[in-house]
């Protein structure tokens, strides 16, 4: 059936606003999303129903009966223990307090395990120098003839896993990237990519790549 004279460009014209608006807000929807799909892991561990949420409420007890403000209050009166807490760990004393946390935890049956290795984990990040951090590079890892994942070099050192030297590649996640893997691969798969940086990186990962960077955009034919 014919449509009618006219109608087309009618409907063009009340269309085109309508997706331009929706193109304009994109990037506040997307913040939005993402906000929202973080906010839900916060609230998993940290939430009022959680065994955390309730000690904090309990503590803000002492201040009102009201049960969300009170868990409003321990969370604020939280956050400021864990400040003062940093300034204490910048000066000389955090060697004498990760220590006695390390003897206190990491005496306890099976949780201590478990403390070892995160505390190990934490610290070599949190520690590493501007220098350090500059030689994780960003790669691009090759699967195959067609797919590539960008990643980052873990350590400029190669491993034998008892097949060959492999380079360490951590694979982020969107939009979580501080999830995701740590693989052994083949050096020859493994590629750097100079006009990226880290902060570059977690940017992409986390606007699920929506925010690319410069450097990587290309011309498709």
């Known amino acids: 059936m014919p449509s009618l004279p006219g109608s087309d460009s009618l409907l063009a014209r009340v269309a085109g606003p309508f997706v331009t608006g929706l193109v304009f807000l994109a990037p506040v929807l997307l913040t939005v999303v993402l906000l929202q799909f973080l906010a839900g892991y916060v609230l998993a561990a940290l939430g009022p129903s959680t065994f955390i949420g309730r000690a904090l409420a309990s ?3 002492f201040v009102t009966a009201d049960p ?6 321990g969370l604020g009166v939280a956050a400021l223990l864990v400040w003062g807490l940093g300034l204490i760990v910048q000066t000389r004393a955090r060697a004498g307090l990760e220590a ?5 935890l990491g005496r306890i049956p099976v949780i201590g395990g478990f403390y070892r290795s995160l505390a190990q984990v934490v610290r070599l990040v949190g520690n590493k120098s501007d220098n350090e951090m500059a030689r994780m590079a960003v ?3 090759r699967f195959g003839a067609d797919i590539e994942v960008l990643g980052l070099l873990a350590s400029p050192e190669a491993f034998d896993t008892g097949a060959g030297p492999r380079l360490l590649v951590l694979l982020p996640t969107a939009p979580v990237p501080v999830g995701g893997g740590l693989l052994f691969v083949d050096p020859a798969r493994v590629q750097r990519v100079p006009a990226l940086g880290v902060e570059d990186l977690a940017k992409f990962y986390v606007s699920m790549g929506t925010v690319a960077p410069a450097g990587l955009k290309a011309a498709v034919l």
């Open 100 to 104: 006695g946390l390390d003897r206190l």
């Open 68 to 73: 969300g403000l009170a868990f409003l209050i």
């Open 59 to 61: 503590g803000g007890m």
């Open 139 to 141: 790669v691009s890892v």
